[in-house]
Each structure stands twice: as C-alpha cells, then as structure tokens.
C-alpha cells in the first residue's frame, strides 16, 4: 500500500482507505450519515472527534483529507509548540496560495493551553484550513468555548465485540497490508478474548493480534493462536481505566446512580470496575461517604457510620483486605430507603444565607455571658424546651425576626424518615395549637 512500510505495525497497516471499511461509528458513516455525507460530497468542515482510544479518530481524519482532495497537515498536542503551531500556518497558507486546500488535524487538542487554543481561531474564520481536533476528553470542559462554537463535535463510541472481531478478521485474511500469507489461524476462544481484552479499541486489538501471531505455536501446516496464548499475551489486567479523565468520572457517576436506583448488583460491578482498573479506594471510600449523607440520608442513618466504618477499615487493613468493606458499605447503601432530604434542605438553607443579608440574631436567641448583654435584653423571654411540655416550645421563633420562617427539610415516607415526618407533622399541630390559643 503506497505510503505504508510493510514493516509498520499492523494497526497502521489496517487503517481504513475508504469508509466502507470502517469498523463501527455507524451513527456517523453509514449512508445518509454525517461522515458519510462530508465524504460523498468532498466537503470538508472544522469539527472535533471525541472518543475513547482507538475509535477511529484519527483514521476518519485521513478519510476526510483523502476525499475532500485537501493537504493533510498534522499537530500532536502532546509534542507540539508555538514553533509548530507557526509552521503549520505557514503551510496553510503558502497551501492557499496555490489554490490547494488544507485540512489541520490536532491530536490531543485538549493537551493544548488556552493561549494555544485560542490561535487557531483567527486561522479557521479566514479559511486558512478546517480544522479538525481528536480528543478522548469531553470538549466541553477542555476546549475554550471560542474555539468550540466555532467547531460541530462528533462523539465516537467503544467499539463493540463484534466490530472487533470484524477488525481482527479482515487483518487475518488481508493477504497484501494484514497478515493473511501467515497462515494464521486463531480459535474461536481465543477470538472472543482478544476482541474482549481490547475493550472498544481497535488499535489495541491489532497490536495483541500482532504480537499474539510472533507466538503462536506450529500446528500442522498452520499457526495457531489458541486461548492459553492470549492469556499469556494478556498478563494480568488489560482493562482500559482512565484514573483522570471521562471513564475514571463515568465510572463513578455508574457507581453513585446505582447506589442511588437501589440496585446492589450494579453498584458492586462499578465499584469492582474501578478497583480492578486501579482507582484509588481511598478516593472511592470518600465518595462513598457522600452517598451516605446526599442519598440516604435520615431514611437510614447508620449508613452514614457504615460507610465510615468501610473509610475507616480500608485504612487499618488497605487493599486489597480492606475493600471487602466497602463493598459491605455499597451493597448496604444500595438496598436501604432512600432520602435526599436533607441534600435538599441543606441546598435551599445554603442558597437563602448567600442571597439573603446577613439577619442579626434575635436578642431571645443570644447568650447573655455580661451585665451589658443582658441589660440590652439577651437572652430574656428565651423559653428553655426542657422545661416545657413534651420538651417542645410550641410557637416559639428560632429563625431572624426579619425573615419568614421557611420550611427546608421535608423528610420522605421512607425508612426512619418516616417516622420523622410523624414527629414533625405533631409538633406542627403544637403550634398551631399554640397560635389559636395565644392569638
């Protein structure tokens, strides 16, 4: 394949020269599809690729390139400065000079600075180039909102099993840029725990194809590659986890949902996934702790000491002894009532005392430790509950006399909560009590 050494690894061998053969993004380059269309029309735009490693990203770059007959000039984000960043321009421009095209494309865009980000768009409005970005970060937290709303954002998906071992095929039987003059054959076992052990990434499955074949044992007038020989390729764990970016706080928010749906099956496989990919427990027990306080609240309120309990365990035995706890925690924090109450609650009160000034404390409510303190009235017509009926002070006022009482907290009719409400609701009907008594 002209530009391709055959001494390239496999997986820039394999890479796509029409759009046809491009393994899953169906969304994106079926027929009728946005890709597809961009292609069939030899038009190009600016847009960032957002997805995981592996996905297509920069393969979708050169199929656009190739058919929208424009020059192809390439950024990494992770090597590149101000100088090249110039360079770059400069060929654009020298590119429109002679009525070429140019489309740029950056990978790892989000790597860049703002003042980095921000040099490009001048480039793009004139029509320097197109400019298309690749990044496995959500763009909306990484590019600069000048720079993104000059830019319409595809998202890639993980590749499927199936697009996988549809890789692996075509690389199998490609007898000119794949490995088809091998005479390999692979089990179907084996199959299955590659396109598994790839995890969505297409790259990564043809690297472990290709070092899977240099180890592949003589059988007959074949190469096999069985199962025993991926799982000695595989080692230990080749589990995609992100401890910075998207799938490290997807993974999280997976975990945190199902506790909040009630669903301990989930909750355990999420707080396994993060585990076994390297999370840090001590990072997960805070989080856990959270959902205690945010999603169980008073409905349960030993879940809270019981997810202190698992913090607390974690530290005395570490992993992987101490993460049995926390899953006692989460499975727990899964399968009682739950109440976000008090989240609520502590919300309203928070956004009334930043919007609000700052009301001074009603002289009833204020220590009198001083003469001077009690002469200005501190402290008097302070009713002390204990001493009242039932302990409660039917009517009194705890809130500023210049601000309307509010009502925050509104337990569920859930769990302990439950029987707060009850609690509540009676000494509701105290005060109204008090209120027609002493109108």
């Known amino acids: 394949m002209p530009g391709i050494s055959p001494h390239a690894p496999l997986a820039d061998r394999m890479r796509p020269q029409q ?6 993004q169906q969304h994106l380059v079926a027929e009728g599809k946005p890709i597809h269309r961009m292609v069939e029309s030899q038009r190009a735009h600016s847009m960032i690729l957002w ?38 321009v400069e060929q654009a421009q020298q590119n429109q ?25 001048p480039h793009i409005e004139d029509g320097t180039f197109d400019f ?61 725990l590659l396109a598994a052990l790839a995890d969505g990434d297409a790259r990564r499955a043809l690297n472990m194809l290709e070092i899977a074949a240099d180890l592949a044992r003589a059988v007959d007038d074949i190469q096999l ?42 909750s355990l496989y999420w707080l396994a996934r993060m585990l076994d990919g390297g999370a840090d427990p001590f990072y997960v027990a805070r989080r856990v702790v959270r959902m205690a306080s945010e999603d169980i609240g008073n409905a349960d309120p030993r879940a809270l000491q019981l997810a202190l309990n698992a913090w607390e365990t974690l530290e005395r035995l570490g992993s992987p002894e101490g993460e049995l706890a926390l899953a006692q925690a989460v499975s727990y924090l899964a399968s009682v009532p739950k109440s976000n109450a008090v989240y609520m609650a502590w919300n309203k009160a928070v956004d009334d005392v930043r919007q609000q000034g700052s009301h001074p404390v009603p002289l009833h409510l204020r220590n009198a430790p001083t003469k001077l303190m009690k002469e200005l009235g501190a402290s008097q017509n302070y009713r002390y509950a204990h001493d009242e009926t039932e302990a409660y002070a039917a009517g009194e006022n705890y809130f500023p006399d210049d601000m309307k009482p509010v009502r925050y907290y509104e337990p569920v009719d859930r769990g302990l909560e439950k029987k707060i409400a009850e609690r509540l609701r009676y000494l509701g009907q105290l005060d109204q009590a008090y209120w027609k008594h002493n109108k």
């Open 19 to 24: 759009v046809s053969e491009f393994a899953g």
């Open 51 to 88: 997805g995981p490693p592996g996905t297509g990203k920069t393969t979708l770059a050169r199929l656009i390139a190739n058919h929208s007959r424009a020059r192809l000039l390439t950024l990494s984000a992770v090597h590149a400065g101000v100088k090249d960043i110039r360079a770059v």
């Open 97 to 121: 000079m002679i009525g070429e095209k140019t489309l740029l494309f950056v990978d790892e865009v989000h790597r860049f600075n703002k003042s980095q980000q921000d040099g490009f768009l």
């Open 132 to 192: 298309i970005g690749a990044t496995t970060e959500n763009p909306s937290f990484e590019l600069n909102n000048a720079l993104l709303s000059r830019l319409r954002v595809y998202v890639l998906k993980s590749l499927t099993k199936g697009d996988i071992i549809d890789v692996l095929k075509r690389a199998l039987q490609d007898q000119h840029k794949g490995l088809g003059q091998q005479s390999i054959e692979v089990s179907d076992d084996a199959m299955q």
């Open 225 to 266: 590659i069985d199962e025993q020989t991926i799982k000695q390729l595989a080692g230990d764990n080749m589990r995609r986890f992100d401890k910075g970016g998207d799938a490290f706080y997807d993974q999280i928010s997976a975990l945190h949902k199902s506790v909040r749906g009630s669903s301990p099956d989930a």
